[in-house]
């Protein structure tokens, strides 16, 4: 039986355990946060003390952690590279800098450990609801190995390259279009409480509308609930990985306009509330206009 670990136990990596164990994958995992590893073995996981330990006991490793550095340093030195096996996986779900999940998978070369490159998109919903999407760049190998622990978190698995840092880069594209459309729908948002207009007739014009979509849809239903912390999509993430995309834009010469634009907004947004979620951006335009929209 396939072996599963998982580093970084938050809103994604929590959800990532809960499906591997709901299918039946033996699972140790790790965490800073006491609370968190609590609620991890409470839900029937191993607690480990170190990513060490972890790799120990995994033939398959997620980690979830939230920026690039944190991710090489629970992988490499003394992390999960001193203890997995040779033939292991590592999968890179957190969402990082192309050019460090490059550094990541140079620094395993001949170490008889596979990368895959892999960062998620779902969000909260899909990653405690098992049906993330993945853009996975690793080798066919690698991605026979781990596709049983790969299937129990994910409703579809793209392969998107070999190369480590091909999926970080699907990755920074994407994120660039959510970011635009988040941007879109919180401008959308604050007209609509100006004009006078229902919340609930607005999010049911929208999402029965070609102007709907997940992401789009999803944002306005937090807003007109007026769920603005606490929903599992901190706008400290989506902030992030908007840098990330328009870092590779700057390095590729690529003109990002509206990425720009749904960067300030979130600049905005992180400055002033900086504990909310992404659909505070919102609040910020409410309080210029002075009107708020709701169901």
Same mark, same amino acid.
């Given at each position: 039986?396939?072996?599963?670990? /998982?580093?970084?136990?938050?809103?994604?990596?929590?959800?990532?355990?809960?499906?591997?164990?709901?299918?039946?994958?033996?699972?140790?995992?790790?965490?800073?946060?006491?609370?968190?590893?609590?609620?991890?073995?409470?839900?029937?996981?191993?607690?480990?003390?170190?990513?060490?330990?972890?790799?120990?006991?995994?033939?398959? /490793?997620?980690?979830?952690?939230?920026?690039?550095?944190?991710?090489?340093?629970?992988?490499?030195?003394?992390?999960?590279?001193?203890?997995?096996?040779?033939?292991?996986?590592?999968?890179?779900?957190?969402?990082?800098?192309?050019?460090?999940?490059?550094?990541?998978?140079?620094?395993?070369?001949?170490?008889?450990?596979?990368?895959?490159?892999?960062?998620?998109?779902?969000?909260?919903?899909?990653?405690?609801?098992?049906? *993330?999407?993945?853009?996975?760049?690793?080798?066919?190998?690698?991605?026979?190995?781990?596709?049983?622990?790969?299937?129990? /978190?994910?409703?579809?698995?793209?392969?998107?390259?070999?190369?480590?840092?091909?999926?970080?880069?699907?990755?920074?594209?994407?994120?660039?279009?959510?970011?635009?459309?988040?941007?879109?729908?919180?401008?959308?948002?604050?007209?609509?409480? $100006?004009?006078?207009?229902?919340?609930?007739?607005?999010?049911? /014009?929208?999402?029965?509308?070609?102007?709907?979509?997940?992401?789009?849809?999803?944002?306005?239903?937090?807003?007109?609930?007026?769920?603005?912390?606490?929903?599992?999509?901190?706008?400290?993430?989506?902030? $992030?990985?908007?840098?990330?995309?328009?870092?590779?834009?700057?390095?590729?010469?690529?003109?990002?306009?509206?990425?720009?634009?749904?960067?300030?907004?979130?600049?905005?947004? $992180?400055?002033?509330?900086?504990?909310?979620?992404?659909?505070?951006?919102?609040?910020?335009?409410?309080?210029?206009?002075?009107?708020? *929209? $709701?169901?």
């Amino acid at each position: 039986m396939l072996r599963c670990g /998982v580093i970084g136990l938050g809103d994604m990596g929590s959800g990532l355990a809960k499906n591997l164990m709901a299918n039946g994958l033996p699972t140790a995992g790790f965490d800073l946060s006491e609370q968190r590893m609590k609620a991890f073995a409470g839900m029937g996981g191993t607690a480990a003390a170190s990513p060490a330990e972890v790799g120990s006991q995994a033939d398959v /490793v997620f980690v979830m952690v939230m920026n690039g550095s944190q991710a090489k340093a629970v992988i490499l030195g003394d992390g999960l590279a001193s203890t997995m096996a040779t033939g292991s996986v590592v999968i890179l779900s957190a969402t990082i800098l192309a050019a460090e999940a490059r550094e990541i998978g140079e620094a395993l070369a001949g170490t008889g450990i596979e990368l895959i490159d892999s960062p998620v998109s779902g969000g909260f919903p899909g990653a405690q609801g098992g049906t *993330l999407t993945m853009m996975a760049a690793g080798s066919d190998n690698a991605l026979a190995t781990a596709r049983p622990a790969m299937e129990a /978190v994910s409703k579809t698995i793209h392969h998107v390259g070999a190369e480590p840092g091909m999926g970080q880069t699907v990755k920074a594209c994407l994120q660039a279009l959510i970011g635009g459309v988040f941007a879109a729908t919180f401008e959308a948002a604050a007209l609509a409480a $100006k004009a006078g207009v229902s919340g609930q007739a607005f999010y049911d /014009v929208v999402s029965t509308s070609s102007g709907g979509s997940v992401a789009a849809n999803t944002a306005l239903e937090k807003i007109i609930d007026r769920q603005f912390e606490g929903t599992g999509s901190h706008i400290a993430t989506m902030y $992030k990985d908007l840098t990330i995309s328009l870092d590779m834009a700057r390095e590729l010469g690529v003109p990002l306009l509206t990425a720009s634009i749904a960067m300030q907004l979130f600049q905005a947004g $992180k400055t002033k509330y900086p504990d909310g979620d992404n659909w505070i951006v919102t609040r910020v335009l409410e309080e210029i206009v002075g009107a708020e *929209l $709701k169901r």
